[in-house]
C-alpha cells in the first residue's frame, strides 16, 4: 500500500508541476501556429502570477486574481502582437524585451504592492471532489479531485484539438501561419488572425502563472516561473505544435521535475545543484533527439507585408 500510495502522490505531484507548463505551451501553440514566434511566454506567467497575486491580496478573492491574471495577460499579447505584426519589430527581440520588462516590472510592483519581494499566503482555489468519481483508486485523487485549473486545462487541450483541425478558424489559422500570401489572397486579413492568436496565447499562458500563485505555492516571489516558459517552448517543439503532443511533453517534464524533488527529500547522496538542472537537461536531450524531425510553421517568426513575397 505505501508503494501505491509514493506512486499516487508521484503522478499527482507530476500533474501540478505540469500544469502552468501545459497553460504556457497551449498559448504559445495558438500564438506560432499563425506564425508569430512567442518567446515571451516566460513574461506572460510572470504577469500572471503577479496580476493574480495582487488582486488577491486586495480584494481576498482568489477568483478576481484570476480573471485579473486573464486580463494582464492578453494585454502583454497584445503588446507582442503590436510590436511584431504592426510595427515588424523581430519577433525574438520582441519576445526577449517583454521578458525582461516583466521581470523588471513585477519585481519593481512587488515591492511597492507587498512592501517586500514577496506576499504572504495568499487565499487560493481549493480542489473540486467529484463525488463517488474521486474516491477511486488512484485514478480518482489524479483526475476527480483537482482544482478548477486542471479541469479547464483538460477542456482547454481536447477544445484547442477540435478547433485547430475541425473548425474553419483552425484552418485559417493554421494557413496564416503555413502560407500567409495564400491566406490574404484568399480574403483573410492576416495581421487581424496573428493579433488574435497571440492575444489569445498571452489569456493562457497568464493563467499558467495564477495557477503558481493560487494553487502551487499561493504566494507572489520575484522570478517565481523560473524558466518554466521556456520549457514550455521545447515542449511545444518536442510535441511537434500539437496540442496533446505538447501537453504530454509539459506532463514528461513535470514528472521529472517531480522526480528530482523526491530524490532530495530521500537525502540521496547526489548534488542537489545536477537535480536542480534535470528537468531542464531532459528537455534539452528532448530537442535534440528531435533534430530535423520537428517542422515547425513555415511562416514561423517571418514579419506579414501585405504584397510582399514570402
Not at 104 to 111: C, D, Q, V, Y
Request: glycine share 12%; proline share 4%.
Amino acid at each position: 500500500m505505501n508503494h501505491l500510495n509514493f506512486f499516487s502522490d508521484y503522478l499527482i505531484a507530476s500533474l501540478h508541476l505540469a500544469v502552468p507548463l501545459a497553460f504556457a505551451t497551449l498559448g504559445g501553440l495558438y500564438s506560432e501556429r499563425s506564425g508569430v514566434l512567442n518567446i515571451a511566454l516566460e513574461g506572460m506567467l510572470l504577469t500572471g502570477a503577479f496580476t493574480s497575486a495582487a488582486a488577491t491580496f486586495y480584494t481576498g478573492n482568489a477568483w478576481l486574481g484570476m480573471f485579473a491574471a486573464l486580463i494582464a495577460g492578453g494585454l502583454v499579447g497584445l503588446l507582442h502582437a503590436f510590436l511584431s505584426v504592426s510595427l515588424l519589430v523581430d519577433q525574438l527581440v520582441s519576445g526577449l524585451a517583454i521578458n525582461l520588462l516583466a521581470a523588471g516590472m513585477t519585481s519593481f510592483l512587488a515591492r511597492l504592492v507587498f512592501s517586500g519581494a514577496s506576499t504572504q499566503r495568499l487565499p487560493g482555489i481549493e480542489a473540486i471532489k467529484i463525488p463517488g468519481l474521486a474516491d477511486i483508486p488512484l485514478i480518482g485523487t489524479l483526475l476527480f479531485q483537482q482544482d478548477i485549473f486542471v479541469y479547464l486545462l483538460l477542456l482547454l487541450i481536447a477544445l484547442t484539438r477540435y478547433i485547430l483541425f475541425h473548425t474553419s478558424f483552425g484552418l485559417t489559422l493554421r494557413a496564416v501561419g503555413e502560407y500567409p500570401q495564400a491566406a490574404d489572397t484568399s480574403g483573410v486579413k492576416v495581421p487581424l488572425v496573428r493579433y488574435g492568436a497571440v492575444i489569445i496565447g498571452g489569456c493562457l499562458a497568464s493563467l499558467g502563472g495564477a495557477y503558481l500563485t493560487l494553487v502551487q505555492v499561493r504566494f507572489f516571489a520575484e522570478g517565481m516561473s523560473a524558466g518554466k516558459g521556456f520549457m514550455a517552448i521545447a515542449a511545444l517543439i518536442f510535441g511537434r505544435w500539437h496540442p496533446i503532443g505538447s501537453s504530454l511533453a509539459c506532463l514528461l517534464f513535470g514528472a521529472t521535475e517531480a522526480l528530482q524533488l523526491r530524490i532530495q527529500a530521500m537525502g540521496v547522496n547526489i548534488p542537489y545543484q545536477f537535480l536542480l538542472m534535470l528537468p531542464y537537461a531532459i528537455a534539452i536531450l528532448a530537442l535534440v533527439g528531435l533534430a530535423g524531425k520537428s517542422t515547425p510553421p513555415k511562416a514561423l517568426g517571418v514579419p506579414y507585408i501585405k504584397g510582399e513575397r514570402q
